[in-house]
């Protein structure tokens, strides 16, 4: 529907304003390129002189188009809002700009902005064509989806997460040195990996939707099978939105397996409230809580519950890389059940930051970082001291749709080191890894 639309508005006479008849070369080649079709070449050729030509209506517009045609709604959105800006009655460029809104999900702006364009008498044919959007939107209030299936490959240089140690002095042993077990020292393999995840979101009442998600990560060494790792994950519950506002609670079911055996698992709940300080800058408090258990008696011990509290903010800016950048500072507790072991309980700190960088059409450049420090809760038996470790995150990816197409390939590194005041928990990692996603 987005591309008859598009050629639909192009073709009839629906004209708030009048292209100049000496219309430049480049304005001229690049509707030639937009009626025969080829929005990807009208894009490419308007692209370069935005930072010389932004502001001229006619410039903007044939930009906007392009952009949109071509798959990135977010700067046919920048590129018409400067048409609007000068041409406020310019009901091309608002239908233009509906549509990129319709896009990019924003369905109650694009309900604005189509009903403003409907208003105005137009022609039967374009009204026909936004009752068919209007219609459309109606209808994603109802049930919105959303799916995707990643098959990946890569190296880890540490797929135990372990010491690189193979001995360690242990105090309670009167510093005697400890010869590690194999499997507890750092071991590095290839391996392969599939994911996949699914999110839904459906209208029951006017504010109320009941929202829920499913997601699976499985990840398989080439050599090193018993450490290959899985895990499950799913939410369901209710979210209230209202003008800027939006409040959701759900609850929440995790299953972490290694070699295929469930190592631990946890059940339930989060709640968030999110407030849009703008179109482009939000932010948001959460609560999460999480039972703890490890299914095999011998690991049973450390069963716990979980309590976290945050923060987070996020903010798009508007310029040719379009970056997008958020972060969060989060604390709480993981208290153990069991009586008698402190140390088995901790007191987690962090702070993510993260950002995607428009680099080029359908090239987004992805990084993320995070820091936690733990301070664990009593002495531990063996090493004779309270434990305290700070683990840094970070990683940095490349997401490159191919040809306009809901395929893309994700290459990725990522970077682990965990320092501890307890040798055998120090440990670094680096995952390198491409990605072939199919998003639904």
Same mark, same amino acid.
């Given at each position: 529907?987005?591309?008859?639309?598009?050629?639909?508005?192009?073709?009839?006479?629906?004209?708030?304003?009048?292209?100049?008849?000496?219309?430049?070369?480049?304005?001229?080649?690049?509707? %030639?390129?937009?009626?025969?079709?080829?929005?990807?070449?009208?894009?490419?050729?308007?692209?370069?002189?935005?930072?010389?030509?932004?502001?001229?209506?006619?410039?903007?517009?044939?930009?906007?188009?392009?952009?949109?045609?071509?798959?990135?709604?977010?700067?046919?959105?920048?590129?018409?809002? #400067?048409?609007?800006?000068?041409?406020?009655?310019?009901?091309?460029?608002?239908?233009?700009?509906?549509?990129?809104?319709?896009?990019?999900?924003? #369905?109650?702006?694009?309900?604005?902005?189509f009903e403003a364009v409907r208003s105005r008498g137009v022609p039967d044919e374009v009204r026909e064509t936004i009752d068919r959007f209007l219609s459309a939107i109606e209808a994603g209030r109802k049930?919105?989806?959303?799916?995707?299936?990643?098959? %990946?490959?890569?190296? @880890?240089?540490?797929?135990?997460?372990?010491?690189?140690?193979?001995?360690?002095?242990?105090?309670?042993?009167?510093?005697?040195?400890?010869?590690?077990?194999?499997?507890? /020292?750092?071991?590095?393999?290839?391996?392969?990996?599939?994911?996949?995840?699914?999110?839904?979101?459906?209208?029951?009442?006017?504010?109320?939707?009941?929202?829920?998600?499913?997601?699976?990560?499985?990840?398989?060494?080439?050599?090193?099978?018993?450490?290959?790792?899985?895990?499950?994950?799913?939410?369901?519950?209710?979210?209230?939105?209202?003008?800027?506002?939006?409040? /959701?609670?759900?609850?929440?079911?995790?299953?972490?397996?290694?070699?295929?055996?469930?190592?631990? &698992?946890?059940?339930?709940?989060?709640?968030?409230?999110?407030?849009?300080?703008?179109?482009?800058?939000?932010?948001?408090?959460?609560?999460?809580?999480?039972?703890?258990?490890?299914?095999?008696?011998?690991?049973?011990?450390? @069963?716990?519950?979980?309590?976290?509290?945050?923060?987070? /903010?996020?903010?798009?800016? %508007?310029?040719?890389?379009?970056?997008?950048?958020?972060?969060?500072?989060?604390?709480? &507790?993981?208290?153990? &059940?069991?009586?008698?072991?402190?140390?088995?309980?901790?007191?987690?700190?962090?702070?993510?930051?993260?950002?995607?960088?428009?680099?080029?059409?359908?090239?987004?450049?992805?990084?993320?970082?995070?820091?936690?420090? #733990?301070?664990?809760?009593?002495?531990?038996?063996?090493?004779?001291?309270?434990?305290?470790?700070?683990?840094?995150?970070?990683?940095?990816?490349?997401?490159?749709?191919?040809?306009? /197409?809901?395929?893309?390939?994700?290459?990725?590194?990522?970077?682990?080191?965990?320092?501890?005041?307890?040798?055998?928990?120090?440990?670094?990692?680096?995952?390198?890894?491409?990605?072939?996603?199919?998003?639904?």
């Amino acid at each position: 529907m987005q591309g008859i639309f598009g050629r639909t508005l192009l073709a009839t006479a629906l004209v708030a304003y009048t292209l100049a008849a000496g219309a430049d070369a480049l304005t001229d080649r690049a509707q %030639a390129l937009l009626k025969r079709n080829d929005a990807r070449a009208a894009y490419e050729l308007l692209l370069p002189l935005e930072s010389q030509r932004a502001g001229d209506p006619e410039y903007d517009y044939l930009l906007g188009i392009a952009a949109l045609d071509a798959g990135d709604p977010e700067r046919a959105v920048f590129a018409l809002e #400067r048409v609007l800006a000068v041409q406020p009655n310019n009901l091309q460029a608002r239908a233009e700009i509906a549509r990129a809104y319709y896009v990019m999900g924003e #369905r109650d702006t694009a309900k604005r902005e189509f009903e403003a364009v409907r208003s105005r008498g137009v022609p039967d044919e374009v009204r026909e064509t936004i009752d068919r959007f209007l219609s459309a939107i109606e209808a994603g209030r109802k049930t919105r989806f959303n799916a995707y299936v990643e098959l %990946a490959g890569g190296y @880890d240089s540490n797929v135990n997460s372990a010491t690189a140690q193979s001995q360690v002095a242990v105090p309670f042993f009167g510093g005697a040195i400890v010869q590690l077990a194999p499997g507890s /020292t750092r071991i590095k393999d290839s391996f392969g990996g599939v994911s996949a995840g699914l999110s839904f979101s459906n209208e029951m009442v006017t504010n109320w939707s009941v929202v829920g998600s499913a997601s699976y990560y499985g990840k398989y060494n080439r050599e090193e099978t018993r450490f290959n790792t899985g895990m499950l994950d799913g939410a369901l519950g209710l979210r209230w939105s209202s003008g800027s506002n939006a409040v /959701t609670g759900a609850l929440q079911a995790q299953r972490y397996s290694v070699d295929g055996d469930s190592f631990r &698992e946890s059940g339930g709940g989060v709640m968030q409230w999110q407030h849009n300080l703008s179109q482009t800058s939000q932010v948001s408090l959460f609560a999460q809580h999480a039972q703890l258990t490890y299914p095999d008696p011998s690991q049973s011990i450390r @069963d716990a519950k979980r309590n976290i509290f945050g923060v987070a /903010t996020a903010h798009a800016f %508007a310029g040719e890389s379009a970056p997008v950048i958020f972060a969060s500072v989060y604390g709480g &507790e993981e208290k153990e &059940e069991a009586q008698n072991v402190p140390h088995l309980g901790h007191q987690p700190v962090g702070i993510r930051v993260g950002s995607q960088w428009r680099l080029a059409p359908g090239v987004h450049l992805v990084a993320n970082a995070s820091a936690e420090q #733990r301070r664990h809760g009593g002495v531990d038996p063996l090493f004779l001291v309270e434990r305290k470790d700070t683990q840094f995150d970070a990683s940095v990816g490349v997401n490159y749709t191919l040809a306009a /197409t809901k395929w893309s390939l994700r290459p990725q590194v990522s970077f682990t080191d965990n320092d501890s005041n307890i040798d055998i928990y120090v440990f670094r990692r680096t995952v390198a890894q491409l990605g072939l996603r199919r998003d639904f």
